[in-house]
């Protein structure tokens, strides 16, 4: 339970960071929080040759408003600010209400905004919750930057579009369209572990109260965030009754995902969890957007 | 590859200067080279909560940070809670601990302090839920948790009339 000898580096400049990244390439890792690859060097799954710790970059370490509304994160921001943030909490309050689910405080004090994304964990919350707004991801290298969405981004299991001389250094999260209502939930068998099943909804309504638009994003259902577009599809020029939501809940629990099983939950199991979270959030969503 | 860096930290308040591999645990660095062998280490994978520590002021797991990263940074550990180690000094924290038997082996004890020091300077008047919410992240395999949360609740009745 001890990892194996590294290099270590501890830049205090973005570009010192980016000339190290791009000196070891394959064989540097950034280190973020830490939360979840010093873990893993315990354990010996990760054995990098080179950590680049950019604790010290005080530049990656931000909350702002955004040109043209919502916000923008940098990369280094500790969860515990992004949770405390009142600006997070007006302009991105999906991720505000996001944040709590994530393992807990102490972990929190230390991990990421863009660690974890970049980590992409299949059952980590904040992939599902970025896919569903939209957010925006500046990767940069010595030689350039470049913004990816989240499609784009989260590629597969723990697996980014970020090129190994690239880091993470800022996401965006765009603001929500007006009459839009949004809603996450999980299930764990303890407070802070891993979810068996989480869902992020977001509903947009129009002038007759119809649905206009709506995302349902799932984590822990498969190698990466999930998106049920059959159920939102459903969803779309619908009035959101109860039955209208029991409906896509279906789809989306028996169509749109394909999750494993294991220990923890069967696949069965997952698929009536996905159901019963689906109906919830898509409903608080839809009641949030009422009062918009 | 096992390049020595030299780091100063500041722990209990009092500086200290030492030699360190890259790799080495900042737990294992308080334990071994310090010699504070209160901050135990359970899991050694940030699961368990027992090597908490204050870290610049906030708790956080010793085991998944290097000490490397602890350079320039200051440090509490659960010896720094009573300084003098005596009985009639102890933090009202651990007087209520011991009041409520807020704990049987103590090998989690350290850890669940330096989490609720902070949690208890911040919300002085926490909930039943509050507490449990707070003390997620640690792992007591004796107590079932319902002594602690009340050694929570007395400390934090000592605590607002200090």
């Known amino acids: 339970m001890k990892p194996p000898p590294f290099e270590y580096f501890a830049p205090t400049t973005l570009d010192d960071a980016l000339d190290y990244m791009a000196d070891y390439g394959d064989e540097a890792k950034p280190l973020a929080g830490g939360q979840s690859l010093i873990p893993t060097m315990n354990f010996r799954l990760a054995q990098p040759e080179v950590l680049v710790d950019l604790n010290g970059l005080a530049e990656l370490a931000y909350i702002r408003p955004a040109a043209g509304g919502g916000v923008s994160i940098g990369a280094m ?13 007006e302009q991105a309050p999906l991720i505000h209400e996001t944040m709590p689910y994530i393992a807990h405080p102490q972990i929190r004090n230390r991990g990421t905004f863009g660690g974890n994304l970049a980590h992409t964990d299949p059952a980590s919350e904040l992939p599902a919750v970025a896919t569903a707004l939209n957010a925006r991801f500046r990767a940069q290298s010595r030689s350039g930057q470049r913004w990816l969405t989240a499609d784009e981004f989260f590629v597969d ?11 993470l250094v800022e996401i965006v999260i765009p603001p929500l369209p007006a009459q839009t209502g949004y809603a996450f939930r999980e299930i764990s068998r303890r407070h802070g572990d891993y979810a068996l099943v989480g869902v992020a909804a977001t509903v947009t309504l129009d002038n007759n109260g119809r649905c206009e638009a709506a995302r349902l994003v799932y984590l822990s259902v498969g190698d ?25 809940a279906e789809i989306a629990a028996a169509q749109d995902i394909d999750p494993p099983g294991d220990i923890h ?10 159901k019963v979270l689906a109906k919830q959030v898509l409903a608080k969503a839809t009641a949030r957007a009422k009062q918009e | 590859m096992n390049t020595l860096h030299t780091i100063t930290v500041i722990i209990n308040g009092q500086s200290y200067e030492r030699e360190v ?9 308080i334990r071994h080279e310090i010699g504070l062998t209160g901050t135990h280490v359970g899991c050694e994978h940030g699961v368990c909560g027992a090597c908490t520590i204050l870290f610049d002021d906030e708790p956080v797991r010793s ?73 997620s992240g640690n792992i007591c395999r004796c107590t079932g948790y319902q002594h602690i949360v009340d050694a929570v609740k007395i400390a934090a009745a000592k605590m607002e009339g200090q």
């Not at chain 2, 591999?21 to 660095?29: M, N, V």
């Open chain 1, 265 to 274: 939950a069967s696949v069965t199991y997952r698929r009536h969890l996905a």
């Open chain 2, 21 to 29: 591999e890259p790799r080495l645990l900042l737990s294992d660095f």
């Open chain 1, 77 to 89: 921001t500790r969860q515990r600010s992004v949770e405390r943030s009142p600006l997070v909490a």
């Open chain 1, 224 to 248: 990466k965030p999930v998106e049920a577009v059959q159920a939102t599809a459903a969803l779309i020029g619908q009035k959101l009754t109860a039955e209208a939501i029991d409906d896509a």
């Open chain 1, 157 to 167: 299991l723990f697996t980014t579009a970020l090129e190994p001389e690239e880091l």
């Open chain 2, 63 to 135: 085991c998944i940070m290097f000490a490397v990263q602890a350079n320039g940074h200051t440090i509490m550990t659960i010896e720094g809670l009573t300084p003098d180690a005596s009985e009639e000094n102890l933090h009202p924290l651990q007087a209520s601990f011991r009041e409520a038997h807020g704990l049987q082996c103590g090998f989690c004890t350290g850890g669940f302090l330096m989490t609720l020091l902070p949690f208890l300077q911040e919300n002085p008047n926490p909930s039943e839920q509050d507490i449990r919410e707070a003390i």
